[in-house]
């Protein structure tokens, strides 16, 4: 799982951004796929530092 630096609002979803060593990469969810993991967007996108991402698998988690 990586640390959520920062998320962008898309058209259809949410995209959002990991550090990899020096770089940043992204990973999008399109708001089907973020109720299916029941993850609300409007808090993902209010409060990115309290997600985590597996972009091998394509899931977000809550920290606790």
Do not use: C, W
Not at 14 to 31: D, L, M, P, R, T
Not at 38 to 51: C, Q, R, V
Request: glycine content about 4%; overall charge neutral.
């Amino acid at each position: 799982m990586k640390d959520i630096v920062a998320t962008r609002k898309m058209e259809n979803g949410v995209a959002v951004y990991y550090q990899e060593g020096a770089e940043k990469k992204f990973e999008s969810f399109n708001y089907s796929e973020l109720i299916d993991l029941k993850i609300n967007a409007l808090d993902l996108l209010e409060d990115p530092k309290n997600y985590a991402v597996d972009p091998k698998g394509h899931k977000l988690t809550m920290k606790k």
